[in-house]
């Protein structure tokens, strides 16, 4: 099974508005990480946002917050005001592993996001 | 500007050459991984490296063989490659912990012919 679903292959917005980036996970770990990152075309794979699965607040980096809810096992991305830049692949990925080693990503799909002008 | 550089970003190779990728990083990071990235398909973990010692070994066939002299370098020796080989090859770093964040190099490009 699965232990990252990204549910949105594409998704279109127009600058300046918000975008909500869907991600579900699965595992049966009591601690676990999320994370999400940004791939331009160029290749690269940027940093974005974190939330903890003990973390009680929503996580946020500026104009991103993790949409956390996890009895629902979601992790959702939300970009607001949005700029022609944020146009991207995105990736929602989860760490498994314990304190003393260096822990797996499984990472989703990811979901191509296009930031009409 | 990134503290995970990659050598070469592209790289076109015969099924017979053998040739090897760079990874170096600057953060002081204990752990470094090397990711395979194809087509529409999700990242695979291939190795996972902490304190120059192999951790994991994701059922990577043999023709990958990675490397790792000290916590700042890691290289993936690549030889008989198949065409299916073709695909972006990420390196990445972090502390070693669970809230950790893992950095990424730009990447390598890999065509096999």
């Known amino acids: 099974a699965q232990k990252i679903t990204q549910t949105q292959p594409g998704m279109f917005v127009q600058e300046k508005e918000a975008v909500t980036l869907d991600c579900t996970y699965d595992?049966?770990?009591?601690?676990?990480?999320l994370f999400w990152y940004k791939q331009p075309s160029s290749g690269e794979m940027i940093f974005l946002i974190y939330q903890g699965s003990y973390d009680e607040q929503n996580a946020t980096e500026g104009r991103y917050s993790l949409n956390f809810q996890k009895a629902r096992k979601s992790a959702n991305l939300v970009i607001s005001a949005s700029q022609l830049g944020d146009s991207a692949m995105y990736f929602c990925?989860?760490?498994?592993?314990?304190?003393?080693?260096?822990?797996?990503?499984?990472f989703g799909e990811g979901t191509q996001l296009t930031v009409n002008p | 500007e990134t503290g995970v550089t990659q050598t070469p970003r592209h790289l076109v190779m015969g099924m017979t050459n053998k040739k090897s990728l760079k990874c170096e990083q600057h953060?002081?990071?204990?752990?470094m991984y090397w990711y395979k990235q194809s087509a529409k398909k999700p990242l695979e973990l291939m190795f996972v490296y902490n304190f120059k010692e192999q951790t994991e070994n994701n059922s990577v066939p043999s023709r990958f063989s990675p490397e790792c002299p000290n916590s700042s370098h890691l290289f993936l020796h690549l030889h008989t490659l198949q065409p299916e080989d073709s695909a972006l090859y990420l390196c990445?770093?972090?502390?070693?912990?669970?809230?950790?964040?893992?950095?990424f190099g730009p990447g390598t490009r890999l065509l096999v012919l």
């Open positions: 990925a989860m760490r498994e592993g314990g304190e003393t080693s260096g822990s797996r990503l499984t």
């Open positions: 595992t049966s770990d009591q601690s676990y990480g």
């Open positions: 990445a770093s972090s502390p070693l912990g669970t809230r950790e964040t893992q950095y």
């Open positions: 953060l002081g990071h204990n752990a």
